[in-house]
C-alpha cells in the first residue's frame, strides 16, 4: 500500500514537471515567434505575403467558382460572388454615413455598370477558355489604358509584347491549344470594362474608397443577380448551392480585397502594381491544379509576354499625384 502511494506521488510530480517544461516552451516559443514577426524583415516581407496571399485567395476562389458551373452556370456564380459581395461591404462600409452629389451618384452608377459587366463577361468567358488565359486576355484592358498615350521608346516595346502575347493567344488554327473565340471575345469585353471601371474609379477618388466601393458593388449587383436567376432560378436559393456561393464571395472577394487593402498601406503603388502583374501565371497555376487545365508551351509564352508588357508599363509610367479623401458626414 505504501509503495503504491510512493509511486503515485512520483508520477503526480513528473506530470508537474512535464507540464512546467511544457508550459515553458509553449511561452519561449510564443516569444520567440514574436520577436520573428517584428523583426525588420519580416515587417517588410508581410505587406508582400498578403498582397501574393490576396492572389492565391483570387485565383483559387475564381477556381472553385468554376465548379459550380455545372449546378448554377456563370451567370448564377457571378450573382452569387457579387451579390454576396455587395452585402458583406454594406455592411461593412455602412455607405449611408457619407453624402453624395447628383455628379457623384452618376459616376458610381457608371462605376457599378463597368464592375457588374467585367464580373459577368469574365465569368461567361470561363466556361470554354482556362483562367490563366482569360485573365492574361482581361489584362489586356488596363494595359491598354496604360499605354494610351505612349511617349517612350520603352512604352512601344511594351505595346510590342501585348501584341506578341494576344497574337500567341488567337485560334488562328485549329487543333491543341486552340481557344474559343467566343470565350476569347467575352475575356477581351471583360478586359474592355476594367479599363472603364478604372477611369471611373478615377472619377470618384475624392469620396471615401470603402463608400465607392460598396455602392459600386450594389450597382454591380442588381446588374448581374437578374441574368443569375434568369438562369438558375430556384436553385440559386439551395442551402448547399449558396453555401458553395458564400465561399466563392469569401475567397474570391472579401478575403483578396482584405489582403490587397493591408498590402497597400507599406506597398509603393508602382511596386504594388508590378507584383500584380503576375496574377495571370497565378491564376495559371491554379487552373492547372484545381481544374486540370493543361496550357500548352505557346501559351504560357503568351502569359509571359502579357505580364512582361504589364510590368514595363507601369514601371515606365509617371505614377499621378496622390489626392485627398473626403471625411463621412456626421
Not at 483570387?58 to 457571378?78: D, N, R, V
Not at 451579390?83 to 452585402?87: F, H, K, M, T
Not at 457623384?104 to 455598370?113: P, T
Given at each position: 500500500m505504501a509503495f503504491r502511494d510512493d509511486f503515485r506521488h512520483i508520477e503526480a510530480g513528473n506530470r508537474r514537471e512535464a507540464q512546467?517544461?511544457?508550459g515553458y516552451l509553449t511561452v519561449m516559443t510564443s516569444l520567440a515567434?514574436?520577436?520573428?514577426?517584428?523583426?525588420?524583415?519580416?515587417?517588410?516581407?508581410?505587406?508582400?505575403?498578403a498582397l501574393f496571399a490576396g492572389m492565391v485567395t483570387?485565383?483559387?476562389?475564381?477556381?472553385?467558382?468554376?465548379?459550380?458551373?455545372?449546378?448554377?452556370?456563370?451567370?448564377?456564380?457571378?450573382a452569387y460572388r457579387v451579390?454576396?459581395?455587395?452585402?458583406l461591404l454594406i455592411a461593412v462600409f455602412r455607405p449611408w454615413r457619407f453624402r453624395l452629389t447628383r455628379q457623384?451618384?452618376?459616376?458610381?452608377?457608371?462605376?457599378?455598370?463597368a464592375l457588374g459587366a467585367m464580373n459577368l463577361s469574365f465569368y461567361m468567358s470561363l466556361r470554354t477558355i482556362p483562367l490563366g488565359l482569360a485573365i492574361a486576355i482581361e489584362f489586356m484592358g488596363p494595359l491598354s489604358l496604360a499605354l494610351l498615350h505612349s511617349r517612350k521608346p520603352i512604352h512601344f516595346?511594351?505595346?510590342?509584347?501585348?501584341v506578341l502575347g494576344l497574337g500567341l493567344l488567337l485560334p488562328l488554327k485549329q487543333g491543341v491549344g486552340a481557344l474559343d473565340p467566343v470565350g476569347m471575345g467575352l475575356a477581351a469585353f471583360a478586359g474592355l470594362c476594367w479599363a472603364l471601371y478604372i477611369v471611373f474609379g478615377k472619377r470618384l477618388s475624392h469620396?471615401?474608397?470603402?463608400?465607392?466601393?460598396?455602392l459600386g458593388m450594389s450597382v454591380a449587383a442588381m446588374v448581374i443577380v437578374p441574368f443569375g436567376v434568369a438562369h438558375a432560378g430556384a436553385a440559386l436559393l439551395?442551402?448547399?448551392?449558396?453555401?458553395?456561393?458564400?465561399?466563392?464571395?469569401?475567397?474570391?472577394?472579401?478575403?483578396p480585397y482584405t489582403f490587397e487593402m493591408f498590402a497597400m498601406r507599406s506597398i509603393p503603388k508602382r511596386t504594388f502594381g508590378v507584383v500584380l502583374s503576375a496574377e495571370p501565371a497565378v491564376g495559371a497555376v491554379a487552373g492547372l491544379i484545381f481544374l486540370h487545365e493543361h496550357l500548352t508551351g505557346q501559351q504560357w509564352l503568351a502569359i509571359a509576354a502579357i505580364v512582361a508588357a504589364s510590368v514595363g508599363a507601369i514601371v515606365t509610367t509617371r505614377q499621378p499625384p496622390p489626392v485627398t479623401e473626403t471625411t463621412p458626414a456626421t
Open positions: 512546467a517544461d511544457f515567434l514574436k520577436q520573428h514577426l517584428n523583426s525588420p524583415i519580416a515587417v517588410r516581407l508581410m505587406p508582400y505575403l483570387l485565383a483559387c476562389g475564381t477556381s472553385y467558382a468554376k465548379t459550380l458551373f455545372p449546378l448554377i452556370g456563370a451567370e448564377g456564380t457571378s451579390g454576396l459581395s455587395a452585402v457623384d451618384l452618376m459616376g458610381v452608377l457608371l462605376y457599378g455598370v516595346v511594351c505595346i510590342g509584347f501585348a469620396i471615401h474608397p470603402g463608400q465607392s466601393v460598396a439551395n442551402p448547399t448551392i449558396l453555401l458553395a456561393g458564400a465561399a466563392v464571395a469569401l475567397f474570391s472577394s472579401a478575403l
